[in-house]
């Protein structure tokens, strides 16, 4: 069950403020939500991920089905009981993964569904829309993804129309077998950067009524940020106000907040826990890199000010040496971090939409703020 | 600073309880204490340790000295500080890491020390008597190590002969240029399986006077358990009442309380980490082993009643999950079972000493452990 309340709309921008009812609770919005790929938002507990002000995180359909099966989960209780979480939990369909890790020999797409070849030993899957619905009412999410056609940012205007008719048909045919009263089912919007087919894809999958909307298909490889923002901004107006809007798979804090003022409300991003594996943390003035050795002897957390266990607890020089010393709790310690950055970017976005400040705020950031590579390379 | 209080001797073993006071508060013994090679227990917080009922840590000179150096933790106020513990340290002399991590042909042992290759980058290095002591004042640890030689478990009499004499001219060198009043000093007993040289390392060993006593030259590759019990036990008599005697290198459940029934306070040991990181946690019944599929839809606990927040919180199922798709949390969470484990130990040991029951103890335990393999193996 989900229930989102439009609580505030921006008179300058399309940015809203609101709340999500869910079946653990209610949340608002916009909002980050972690991602915890196999049921584990890799290396955290769920304490550390409510101290981070995690509300909603994202598990993925296509791994959990691969190990353990979502028969197993299901017989240990449910996702949440499995990993012990007990906030909500949204699972993708599967999709991205299968279009993304398979390589295009290596799948076969059909009107039935996809078939190609797991990333883990090999064997041929298929996997359709009835099979992902299936999947996720097993897993007992909060929120389940309709299956969708991702194709790559390359794709042609003609075979990007053929894709989101048939993700239309998907979305219907994964609407059917949908069989799990407790969960929400959202439907996905595709067609790329082209007004007309966005316009096909949202109008078409808001006529069949799902529990709320996401924009897929901005988080493909080589797609430019030009043609993301197309994305939204030829979406968003077919979108209903009631129902809550997610961006799948985006996490740059500049692309976070140039959505919410188009209009988006949830987000979900592996980058804060996968840059801090790879020892980059987030920053107000840009990501920093801990293997560059100016941090050897500095004793400031991460960033001067922020709440968080790891700025609370150790220095920019001690991460530096667990981060060189390749050592497990240097990139749990950044995980933490990064996570607890994209939260408060979207607290303080709400914020500034409840005080009519959004292009303020924006404009502040970015003057701190530098997106293109890291600020203390040399 | 480092003050054994002896509490009650065992009639019928040499068991004793006793408490140790420490810069860093009182804590009781006997105690085992969880390794924190390179200034972290691999994988866990400070608040994990603690919850574990860990007191004092061991962190390791050599990975220390090498990087990020001693100077670096000097400058960032000591290890304490650097890596956020406010319990206390021991610090090894590095001799063990020089002597083990470095193949034979890459080592030169002279009377000043040792030559060897950096196991980082191959650069050449000199450790001394006086430099290990140098920098274990710099990192100011509670308790630093004398600087010894570990000859191999396959060590002739003539070579054991000759380094435990060596042993002994490295202590006196190291004692004379500690330097740091806060920091308590142990000498370290050498001499195989051999009564007159265990008896002859013991008693001049304890002639220099140091604030403890360590038992070594027992946790190398091909050390038989019954070398180890002779090692113990021909040191034992030597060693005064009123110091703290510390078991370097051992950490399998039954050879702890062999060693505290023969007379040893404290302990330490990489194994609950280090199994745990494999996929294997300690029980009362031995080591079992998460890669096995029969806890696929295992829900209970790695351990029936064990207080861990492991124990508390997560299902066998879901640690086998992250055991066998190589998530980061696998370890961590068997880490804390497994180092509560051997604290749970040490504190039922010190229990049964009160009672004066360290014998029926040790029978109960042994009536349900199996030491050998894997109890799940197949």
Chains 1, 2 share one sequence.
């Not at 991702?150 to 794709?155: F, G, H, I, K, N």
Request: aromatic residues 10%.
């Amino acid at each position: 069950m989900i229930k989102y309340e439009l609580i505030k709309k921006d008179n300058e921008t399309n940015a809203r403020y609101g709340k999500i009812e869910t079946n653990y609770g209610t949340y608002e919005t916009p909002m980050f939500m972690p991602v915890g790929t196999r049921a584990t938002v890799k290396s955290l507990t769920k304490e550390e991920l409510i101290d981070a002000h995690s509300g909603i995180i994202l598990a993925n359909t296509y791994h959990l089905w691969l190990r353990p099966g979502e028969d197993v989960i299901a017989r240990c209780g449910g996702l949440h009981k499995f990993m012990n979480y007990d906030r909500p939990i949204l699972t993708d369909s599967g999709g991205f993964q299968v279009f993304s890790l398979a390589k295009n020999k290596e799948k076969d797409i059909s009107e039935e569904g996809v078939i190609f070849k797991s990333h883990i030993d090999g064997k041929k899957l298929l996997l359709t829309p009835e099979k992902s619905i299936e999947i996720q009412n097993k897993l007992d999410s909060d929120i389940a993804m309709s299956f969708d056609e991702c194709p790559p940012a390359s794709a042609s205007y003609e075979y990007l129309k053929n894709s989101v008719l048939r993700t239309l048909r998907w979305a219907l045919r994964g609407k059917k077998v949908h069989n799990n009263p407790r969960q929400a089912l959202f439907g996905i919007v595709q067609g790329g950067a082209y007004e007309d087919l966005r316009k096909l894809s949202a109008a078409k999958t808001v006529e069949m009524d799902f529990d709320g909307y996401s924009i897929g298909g901005v988080a493909n490889d080589g797609e430019s940020k030009e043609d993301m923002y197309k994305a939204i901004d030829y979406s968003i107006p077919y979108l209903p106000d009631d129902k809550v809007r997610y961006l799948m798979g985006i996490g740059e804090p500049v692309d976070i907040i140039e959505a919410v003022i188009r209009g988006v409300d949830i987000f979900d991003c592996v980058l804060p826990t996968r840059i801090a594996r790879h020892g980059q943390a987030f920053t107000r003035y840009g990501k920093i890199n801990f293997h560059n050795a100016k941090y050897k002897e500095d004793l400031s957390p991460v960033e001067e000010g922020c709440d968080c266990y790891t700025c609370k607890n150790y220095s920019k020089a001690y991460i530096r040496h667990l981060i060189t010393t390749e050592e497990m709790l240097g990139g749990r310690l950044l995980s933490i971090h990064n996570i607890r950055f994209l939260t408060r970017l979207t607290e303080e976005l709400r914020d500034a939409i409840k005080e009519g400040k959004v292009l303020e705020y924006k404009e502040n950031f970015l003057k701190n703020y530098k997106e293109k590579n890291l600020i203390d390379k040399k």
